[in-house]
């Protein structure tokens, strides 16, 4: 089983839809959580960390259950702009290595 | 916001020959710097982790002597793919920590393809 799964995709969505993706990690010592999104043939860019509480930065949401080992990202009123492949990421306690899940690759349809 | 240069963004060379990519933390001290290997439509996998002054540690079934890695200043940490095959060909990133605020910082990666 890989350390962090995600949902396979690929998602077609309309502009101005909602879309959401999951993501499991295995590793209960899992310590610190992030979203990444990275667009074709660039780096991953930090989207935003993912928090017990949850956060919201503009139109995007994220959520993280500890107990399920479950995290989410929320994007509300799609752009255009949104289309890229986004990276569930965590490290572990006592370890600053990120590990990254396999990715969802978002497209955004006019 | 702090900046890591990444050099070359793509190569292309022959079977057998070496490749050295660079990565530079342009205005902090990268003390740790991660290499990433991510071949297409698949995960950023952590080859290494490399640390100022000292060897790197290698994730299970990366050859040591296949990729070396060297960081031998605070700002400067080199990849070399030596005896490059046509297996090796993926994008190759690193990835350095600049503390607790900014995180992970990246750069812009090298596409290496090897003929």
């Known amino acids: 089983r890989k350390e962090v799964e995600q949902d396979p995709g690929p998602f077609n969505v309309p502009e101005g839809a909602t879309v959401a993706f999951n993501c499991t990690y295995s590793?209960?010592?899992?310590?610190?959580f992030f979203w990444y999104r990275q667009d074709c043939r660039k780096e991953p860019k930090l989207l935003m960390s993912?928090?017990?509480s949850g956060n919201e930065d503009g139109r995007f949401t994220a959520q993280l259950n500890r107990a399920s080992q479950y995290i989410s990202l929320l994007i509300r009123d799609s752009k255009l702009s949104d289309s890229a492949t986004y990276l569930c990421?965590?490290?572990?306690?006592?370890?600053?290595?990120?590990?990254f899940g396999t990715g969802t690759r978002l497209t955004i349809i006019p | 916001g702090a900046v890591v240069s990444q050099h070359p963004s793509w190569v292309i060379c022959k079977s057998g020959t070496s490749v050295k990519i660079e990565c530079r933390s342009l205005?902090?001290?990268?003390?740790?710097m991660f290499w990433y290997r991510q071949f297409p439509k698949q995960s950023l996998m952590l080859m290494a982790t490399?640390?100022?002054?000292?060897?790197?540690?290698?994730e299970q079934g990366v050859e040591k002597d296949k990729f070396l890695i060297n960081h031998a200043s605070l700002t400067l940490s080199t990849l070399t793919v030596t005896s490059a095959h046509p297996e090796d060909s993926s994008f190759y990133i690193c990835?350095?920590?600049?503390?607790?605020?900014?995180?992970?910082?990246f750069g812009s990666g090298t596409r290496l393809t090897v003929v």
């Open positions: 990835s350095a920590i600049n503390g607790p605020v900014d995180g992970y910082t």
């Open positions: 990421v965590v490290t572990t306690r006592g370890n600053e290595k990120l590990t």
């Open positions: 490399s640390n100022e002054g000292s060897k790197a540690t290698y």
């Open positions: 590793n209960s010592a899992s310590q610190s």
């Open positions: 993912v928090y017990s």
């Open positions: 205005d902090f001290q990268a003390t740790t």
